[in-house]
């Protein structure tokens, strides 16, 4: 934990009013590294070691699998208060992490190490988040003159929530075979308007972590989303980098395997 970047991230959000990501003139080869965990949970490294989480869920709510421990992030970024996306919080379970640890969990911007992190007011899908206000903050990371950002369950985006993500070069976009956040109208009409050069899927069944077939209710698995989606760049691994003198020149889905450390109900027959 790395507490001295509190001091520096009030200094930076009180004086920086946040970028919208003016695509940067560098030749540096510095980049982020993403971790996949599970679901919607995602570690961004960047080079100076500064680690943050984004949206861990609560073990075996709804998902059939559990939160892995050791998981030791320099701040944590939750976009919306489902127990998949914030550990439980708002449901009452115990957080998994020391007050000491910040959590961003609202529009604004702060610095954490070689981190910039923007947090825009969004909306979730719906029809659910009704018992929060539907709130739902997109998050925007950026290190290294690259960015990403992070969806959570947003719908739609209107023309506020495009100005404040900015250039987006990497999306982190909710993406299953029964489009249980979005719709594919809605899906594309969001990657032709960010227009990045990398596209994630997230938010879809981990077959291998689920034993019953019909478990999550209602979320399918990835591979029926990627269909007519091309190129795919399978990773085979739960970690990539992204730095900006590496992105794609034309856009580019990666899929990302699961953490190998997150452990889920026995699947018959492995
Ligand atoms: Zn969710």
Known sequence: MSVRYL??????????????GEAPDRTEDAV???????????????????????????????????????????AILITHPHYDHDAGRFRGAPFPWSEIVPVVDAPGV????DFTVTGIEGRH??????????R????VVEAHGVRIAHLGDNGPLTASMLAGLGRVDVLLIPGDGVDHILSQTTTA??????????????????????????????????????EGRGP????????ATFGW??????????????????????????
């Open 189 to 226: 009409e969001i990657i032709a308007a960010l227009d990045p050069r990398v596209v994630i899927p997230m938010h879809y069944r981990l077959p291998d972590l689920e034993a019953d077939p019909e478990s999550p209710s209602d979320l399918g698995e990835v591979d029926p989303w990627l």
């Open 125 to 134: 899908a719906d029809p659910y988040g009704k018992e929060f206000g539907q």
């Open 245 to 270: 003198t590496q992105l794609p020149e034309g856009r580019e889905y990666v899929v990302l395997e699961h953490a190998p450390y997150v452990s889920g109900t026995e699947v018959a027959g492995r």
């Open 110 to 113: 702060q610095q954490f190490g």
């Open 136 to 139: 739902n903050t997109l998050m």
């Open 7 to 20: 001091a520096a991230s009030i200094l930076f959000a009180a004086a920086c009013g946040g970028s919208t």
């Open 232 to 239: 795919v760049r399978m990773m085979g691994s739960h970690t």
């Open 32 to 74: 982020i590294e993403i971790e996949y965990i599970a679901h919607a949970a995602f570690l961004f490294r960047a080079e100076d070691g500064t680690e943050l989480l984004i949206d861990p869920y609560a073990s075996r709510v709804w998902l059939g699998y559990d939160w892995p421990t050791g998981i030791e992030p320099d």
